[in-house]
């Protein structure tokens, strides 16, 4: 694009909208981010470089144009890297530091060269890069004339997209490498284009500092090569997802065959604060197809909007969508699924393993409010727990929404536990958990040997309350296999159930019966 805003003309290719003033010639200047500056109306098209982005502050200098309407003044600039200069060098004006985000504002949809690859790596570095917005400022994204106003104007509203070069795939398109720098996305498109890069994240490093992934934030079609851990985003620092009511965040087809297909925090903290939407779709790795903090971090999650993670899969290893060291969704007042999820190992959905910071357990939490809901359907591990497999800790899975219990439909391992699987720890607890559909053969939980629906091997106590359990089945019809706990499969400690419903629970082994099965509902070993 090329586009020139006068003070009382647009002129686009050879098409001129004036106002009502008596003045209409074209003056324009020049910034100094480009190559030069004087004071009056700007340019956004100088010497063939288009103004791909703007910075708004108080300060009249460097070309500025002020805003209509507004107490602020545009700057327009040719690169990311001179838009982060400009930062620098304002930053007691604009301000910038630990406290105070610059918003680098884009105007146009644009392919980031190698040369322009953006590196915040001073102290005060503390970027917001984002849209330009729908109306009210001079340079806006995607503009269109308004005759009434003479000036750049839009009204679509669209989002940029940020791509990288075709060749350029030896680094990440912004990189955060000081322990007081931040970087801050929000309404604003990545697109990898699905260029495969030999980086660790292949849109966002931080290797310090913090990252804050916030509303309106899509980032799909990303690569990473078969050494590199995440796919679009890597980040050894914690990082936190954000959004507002009426916000959307998405990961889409963001793929690495090592760890974590859109993220890798690598033994940092990941917490989601969702208010609006978070989703994930078809986003694949080795491990934690979706998400992987590794064994040393943790998950939480806060949740009074919709998390909705479809088609994740971990193609190597465990945690079709998720590996984290610890999972936490308390307090759950909004809605959380997982659908068609799986893993070549443990963990369908979900897989928890120990890790440095709950060195005794690895606890997995998820308890909804009254208006909460949350939903395992299809997902399948070829080994263990075809929706959550926990290594060493406590489970604890709870639905005070009396209307609507936690499900699991149609979850499957080959092994143990066909929707929760946990290998050792002191407790589970299991209320308002529904299995399978009351009717409905084809929505039961399957396992391959024990626990159609869950295998617990609490050292502790292992306590169902108000479940229900229909079409669970432990065992194939033609292998030898001994089975055992057609729903639940419990190797150790008490067990108490309260209030539950089994429905057309069973086990199966071979017609041959060389192998043998216990319990078509339960098989619990004290």
């Known amino acids: 694009y090329s586009y020139y805003v006068v003070e009382t003309q647009v002129t686009r290719d050879g ?3 004036t106002n009502d003033s008596n003045e209409n010639t074209q003056r324009t200047i020049k910034d100094t981010y480009f190559t030069t500056y004087s004071h009056g109306d700007q340019i956004i098209s100088i010497d063939n470089t288009v103004a791909i982005c703007k910075i708004e502050d108080r300060y009249s200098g460097d070309g500025g144009k002020k805003a209509d309407g507004r107490d602020v003044y545009e ?27 610059v918003s680098i504002q884009m105007l146009v949809d644009y392919v980031i060269p190698s040369g322009d690859k953006v590196e915040l790596n001073q102290e005060d570095d503390n970027i ?57 996305t929000k309404n604003i498109i990545f697109d990898g284009a699905e260029i495969t890069t030999s980086t660790r994240g292949s849109i966002i490093y931080a290797g310090n500092g913090s ?29 936190e997802f954000t959004t507002e009511e009426g916000e959307t965040i998405l990961f889409e087809n963001c793929t690495t065959n090592k760890e974590g297909g859109a993220i890798e925090t690598d033994q940092h903290k990941l917490t989601i ?29 806060n949740n009074s909007g919709t998390i909705e993670v479809t088609g994740c899969e971990a193609t190597n290893n465990s945690g079709g969508a998720i590996w984290t060291g610890s999972f936490s969704a308390a307090n759950n007042s909004g809605s959380i699924s997982f659908t068609n999820c799986k893993a070549k190992e443990g963990g369908g959905a979900i897989y928890v393993n120990k890790n440095n910071t709950h060195p005794a357990s690895s606890p997995f939490t998820l308890t909804n409010t009254a208006t909460g809901t949350a939903s395992f359907t299809n997902c399948s591990a070829t080994k263990d727990g075809g929706a959550i497999r926990v290594t060493n800790g406590i489970v604890t899975i709870t639905s005070a929404n009396t209307g609507s219990p936690i499900t699991f439909e149609n979850c499957t391992s080959s092994n143990e536990g066909g929707a929760i699987y946990q290998e050792a720890g002191s407790n589970m607890t299991l209320t308002n958990v529904t299995f399978g559909q009351e009717g409905a053969l084809a929505y039961g939980c399957f396992a391959g040997l024990e626990g159609g629906s869950v295998y617990s091997n609490a050292s502790s106590t292992t306590t169902l309350t108000e479940c229900n359990f229909y079409y669970s089945v432990a065992g194939y019809t033609n292998k030898t296999y001994d089975t055992h706990g057609g729903a639940v499969f419990c190797n150790a400690g008490a067990f108490t159930i309260l209030g539950c419903a089994f429905d057309h629970c069973s086990v199966y082994t071979s017609t041959d019966k060389s192998g043998h099965g216990n319990g078509g509902a339960v098989n619990a070993i004290g």
């Open 15 to 17: 098409k001129t909208v």
């Open 75 to 101: 700057h327009p600039f040719g690169t990311l890297q001179r838009a982060v200069e400009y930062a620098r060098s304002h930053k007691s004006i604009l301000p910038m530091d630990s406290t105070h985000s």
């Open 128 to 184: 917001t890069i984002t849209t330009a917005a729908k109306s009210g400022g001079v340079y806006n994204f995607m503009p269109t004339f308004t005759e009434a106003e003479g000036r750049l104007s839009t009204d679509s509203g669209e989002t940029a997209i940020l791509r990288r070069e075709s060749g350029f795939i030896n680094a990440p398109l912004f990189t955060v490498n000081n322990a007081n720098a931040a970087l801050t």
């Open 211 to 239: 990252l804050t992934i916030a509303g309106d934030t899509t980032v799909r079609n990303t690569r990473s090569s078969a050494s590199e851990n995440g796919g679009a985003i890597y980040a050894p620092v914690p990082v």
């Open 273 to 301: 604060n969702n208010k609006g939407t978070l989703r994930a779709k078809d986003c694949k790795a080795t491990y934690g197809g979706f998400i992987c903090t590794d064994t040393g971090g943790d998950l939480e999650i």
